[in-house]
């Protein structure tokens, strides 16, 4: 046996495990692509859904890659994507070397191969896995081991539930696009950010994963404002942000973003209410503090001091001081990591009701579990995005368990 059959081989093994020992459905295509892309030797692999329940265009459900996609779509027949989805045939676009098929600001493409996932059903969607250009043109075995992986996902989907409810984005209010931040120790430069894409929805509950030292910290200091971009660019509400100095990225956080710490950084010598109204006489159009404090369930502790105040507590002062503001975006760092499991439960419901409100939300963390919360998730490694998943199915946080 040849070694392009072996690997074949090796690669419908490894599938046929990771569908097998998956949990959920959500679990078994997130294992799959994953599974592809390594098979394939991918740049960027994208699981594309038809809307069944709006508009019946196929919008992106889980992609591995750096490229932001969220707003991407197609009709059945349109493009790449929904020729496959319409005529069921695979398509290979092996030595492309023309832009590629995802709209806006879409990398020059070496090669992109787009195989359907079909079942007994029909066709359910497509896998559509890419290389940029400069990287190693995809193969006609790379296709054929792409094609034979998505009939088996397609054998998942009819055998679990299929994802017929769409998350809607709203309007996108802050865009980044090829962001990288280096930090100089005498003649040592570090590459903290390597090239981040990422858009961010009004309404959303965003989710920024990863481990230790990968940068999310530090793009959410640059989303915030605390800290500028060694290049790329940075667009809010329609004004770039690129090169802002300093006295106008303090207005901008000032009238725009609100802070959620992981240190709660409450005034000690202040009570909650001071506390909202210290921040609230610095900006125009302020909520009410005490209203703040009751969609945080602690009206009755508004005289209250931090060191009278659980953890859980002073975490809700943070919030309600955030919302005081009336702010486009909350920011949240780590918020539960200094709290035991029932208390982050609390804050998290509180976070839960605040985005349900109609506020945005991007959190950092390193809790797996809370990113079934939100409507992305967006995990990165290395400084760079990695992966984005659409969650169709949001957990409460009444749900979550570790």
Not at 55 to 75: E, M, N, V
Not at 268 to 288: G, S, T
Request: aromatic share 6%.
């Amino acid at each position: 046996m040849d070694d392009t059959l072996m690997r074949q081989y090796r690669a419908i093994g490894a599938m046929q495990a990771a569908i097998s020992n998956a949990k959920t459905l959500d679990d078994a295509l997130h294992e799959s692509l994953k599974l592809i892309v390594e098979a394939c030797k991918a740049d960027m692999a994208v699981i594309w859904y038809p809307d069944k329940a709006g508009d019946g265009r196929l919008h992106p459900y889980y992609w591995i890659g750096s490229d932001d996609i969220t707003s991407s779509s197609y009709a059945p027949g349109e493009g790449s994507i929904g020729g496959v989805f319409s005529d069921g045939k695979t398509l290979r676009l092996l030595d492309l070397g023309v832009a590629g098929t995802g709209g806006e600001n879409a990398p020059v493409l070496e090669s992109l191969v787009c195989a359907p996932l079909t079942g007994d059903r029909g066709i359910l969607g497509c896998v559509e896995v890419s290389n940029r250009a400069g990287s190693r043109p995809l193969t006609d075995e790379d296709a054929d081991t792409c094609e034979i992986m998505a009939m088996m996902a397609a054998i998942s989907i009819e055998e679990g539930d299929l994802v017929q409810d769409r998350w809607q984005p709203g309007k996108a209010i802050m865009r980044l696009r090829g962001i990288t931040r280096e930090f100089q120790n005498g003649d040592q430069v570090t590459k903290v950010l390597k090239g981040v894409n990422l858009d961010v929805y009004e309404g959303e509950f965003l989710v920024l994963l990863g481990e230790s030292g990968c940068g999310k910290s530090t793009l959410l200091n640059i989303i915030g404002g605390m800290d500028a971009a060694t290049d790329g660019s940075f667009d809010f509400m329609g004004e770039d942000y690129s090169r802002a100095d300093q006295k106008t990225l303090t207005e901008f956080r000032r009238h725009n973003i609100g802070f959620i710490f992981q240190s709660y950084n409450l005034m000690p010598n202040l009570n909650a209410k001071r506390n909202l109204q210290l921040i609230a006489e610095l900006v125009d159009d302020p909520m009410d503090p005490d209203e703040a404090l009751d969609v945080v369930g602690l009206s009755e502790r508004k005289t209250s001091y931090p060191s009278q105040l659980s953890g859980g507590q002073q975490q809700r002062v943070s919030i309600a001081r955030a919302l005081v503001k009336r702010p486009k975006i909350i920011l949240a760092d780590e918020p539960t990591a200094a709290l035991d499991y029932t208390t982050s439960i609390e804050v998290l419901s509180v976070m839960e009701k605040v985005v349900a409100n109609g506020s945005t939300l991007v959190m950092v963390t390193h809790n797996e579990e809370i990113t079934r919360m939100a409507n992305r998730v967006v995990r990165m490694r290395n400084g760079q995005v990695y992966e984005v998943t659409v969650n169709r199915h949001r957990a409460p946080a009444t749900d979550l368990v570790w």
